[in-house]
């Protein structure tokens, strides 16, 4: 379980790196005017502010599939103690 999370966590971590790692390759290897590389970074912070929300959101929704699925074998669990405990009360 904690591995699906996990690994949703070292692919924002490698995203961002490797992000910005790219856009010092792109402003090393490619310079522009002023304005065009505030446009640049303007517009790459917005696509890295994006795709950190959709990482976000996609996190929750596998927090909360776990959640439900110890929520779940909790119960089943305490049925069938309640189960066993009857039989043996039988």
């Known amino acids: 379980m904690s591995d699906e999370s996990g690994g ?3 692919t924002v971590t490698a995203f961002v790196l490797g992000a910005a790692a790219g856009a010092a390759v792109a402003l090393l290897f490619a310079p522009a005017a002023g304005k065009e590389t505030r446009e640049f970074l303007t517009e790459k912070a917005r696509e890295g502010r994006e795709k ?10 596998a927090l909360a599939r776990q959640r439900d699925t110890i929520s779940s074998a909790i119960e089943r669990g305490r049925d069938a103690y309640r189960e066993a405990r009857e039989k043996e009360t039988a």
């Open 8 to 10: 949703v966590g070292k």
């Open 52 to 61: 950190a929300a959709e990482a976000a959101r996609q996190t929750r929704e």
